[in-house]
């Protein structure tokens, strides 16, 4: 089975290579093998290679940085799976793509379902909706995965890698207490569409799914434990507290939702999956460091 993944270079995408490294119909497509601003590009690729399955895990994430280049977050998100989404419609291929709990407000009191409403308060998220419109709208066979708080060892920054510098030039960090989710360790996610991809092959699906770990904290309680484990692993740490704080007392240009937590009961039961809690996937991060 062929298998194309746009992203290669990202936290699930260098996950997903690791995966897949002894298959030989596994094509891994970073940027400079096609630049997803070229929609040519990404047209002329699915047409070369006419694969049986493309996953989806590039994505223009810098929340902030959306607010001041809505065009290019559009262009990332939206309009590049438009037209991944038609090419694969094109050779009857299944088209996997991750979208974002950013597609929500975060207005919720309890775990967001795959049928509830969408509502994304920043460009970031509207442009991840307006992606997973478009697959819906043109294609017949789609996956479409939305995590939340991702974090992993490649990719160029996450939550963790933030803390750990911050960790190493304050004594003190100031940490958001008042918004809610679930960091999920892009292994996992990589783990999950690999038995999905192993499950139902090219068999056609029109579905979405939620998936992150177990469990639910706020970015203090995130943060707090990233220290502890960081302290336990021996790492050379100046910082000796970790402060909550209000979402107002950090002012950023994107609004965030304040509710993040995904329901991921219908991936576990479809796919029979037992999912790590965040702890325990945090804990196992360290130690393959």
Known sequence: MKIILFGCEGQVGKEMRHLFQYSPDFYPINRQKVDLNLEQKIRECIGEIKPDI??????????????????????????????????????????????????????????????????????????????????????????????????GKYGKSNFVKTMLKLGQERETIRVVMDQTGCPTLAENIAKVIKKIIETRGKDSQQEIYHLTDLGVCSWYDFAVNIIKNAHQKGYDLRVKEVLPILTEEYPTPAKRPAYSVLNTSKIRREYDLTLPYWLESLERYFYSL
């Open 54 to 151: 493309v996953i989806n895990a590039a994505a223009y994430t810098a929340v902030d940085k959306a607010e001041s280049e809505p065009e290019l977050a559009l262009q990332i998100n939206g309009i590049a799976p438009k037209i991944m989404a038609e090419e694969t419609e094109k050779i009857r291929a299944k088209f996997i793509h991750i979208s974002t709990d950013y597609v929500f407000d975060g207005r919720a009191n309890k775990p967001y379902l795959e049928t509830d409403k969408t509502n994304p308060l920043g460009v970031y998220g509207k442009t991840k909706l307006q992606g997973e419109e478009n697959i819906r709208a043109i294609s017949s066979n789609f996956v479409i995965i939305r995590t939340a708080w991702v974090y």
